[in-house]
């Protein structure tokens, strides 16, 4: 005997198909049920009985009783259609370990604890997940709302019309430094690394470009690894919107100099 394990997907297949087989024997039902009692009637007697009709038995025909060789049966046997053996399932652990998770949680759907306290629990946690997911697509600030609003650090500074070869990067850097501004100072020491990168024609600046864009310009070259890390360090602060500490601005400070340093000497070699 084959035994087979169906996956979810099956399953629901399958019991589409029984609901659908179900559905037209009960519409087969519906529209042949009146003939059937129309039938019944014709043959039900005055009274309401009904009357039994009976036929001769067939005996024109005789019946004779055959039983296969024993040499066929043993071919039969041999042959590999008629073997019938038990293999392992088909699903992946993957697929099993996802099949035995939804039915535990059909199980505890089904159980007579969550009928009643634990329903109620599992309601409130997904409006609640939902209503977070509305505020979050809204961008609603909720810090506000449970304590005071964290403070960002006020930035006195254009992104929108930077323009990387009109900016004095030394002057905007120890501004910024001085202010501790460090969250400003990361995002232009990554513009200079971007302008000298440029200047090296080594990528192609463009105010509209994303920074994986420039990462993928430098496919080839050996600097590529170190530039990947100062980009994430420059989205992990400005996009996440991370306060720096001194001690923090230092290490990216540290990573911007030393690859400033080895791309000017290679352009020295």
């Known amino acids: 005997m084959i035994i087979r394990l169906q996956s979810p997907w099956h399953t629901f297949q399958l019991r589409l198909a029984n609901f659908l087989l179900i559905t037209q024997l ?85 159980s007579r604890s969550y009928q009643g306290f634990w329903r109620y629990v599992f309601y409130t946690l997904f409006l609640g997940a939902i209503a977070f997911v509305i505020l979050k697509l809204f961008q609603v600030d909720l810090t506000g709302a449970f304590g005071r609003s964290p403070r960002r650090a006020a930035l006195a500074y254009d992104t929108e019309s930077e323009d990387i070869h009109a900016l004095d990067f030394n002057a905007l850097l120890a501004e910024a430094e001085a202010s501790a501004n460090y969250r400003l100072a990361v995002r232009l020491g990554y513009l200079q690394v971007l302008k000298q990168l440029t200047d090296h024609h080594l990528i192609e600046w463009q105010p509209d470009k994303t920074n994986q ?24 602060v400005w996009y996440g919107e991370l306060a720096l500490t001194a001690e923090h601005y230092a290490v990216t400070r540290t990573a911007r100099l030393d690859f400033l340093t080895q791309l000017a000497n290679r352009r020295a070699a």
């Open 26 to 110: 009960i519409i087969t039902f519906c529209v042949l049920a009146p003939h059937f009692g129309a039938a019944q009637r014709r043959g039900a007697s005055p009274d309401g009985s009904i009357n039994p009709q009976h036929f001769p038995a067939d005996r024109s025909a005789t019946v004779t009783l055959r039983r296969p060789a024993p040499g066929h049966l043993h071919d039969f046997r041999r042959q590999r259609d008629f073997q019938y053996v038990e293999v392992k399932s088909e699903m992946s652990a993957w697929d099993l370990f996802w099949m035995r998770f939804w039915n535990k949680v059909s199980e505890w759907l089904n």
């Open 213 to 236: 864009a420039y990462v993928q310009e430098m496919a080839s070259i050996p600097l590529r690894p170190a530039f990947t890390e100062i980009t994430r360090q420059f989205e992990y």
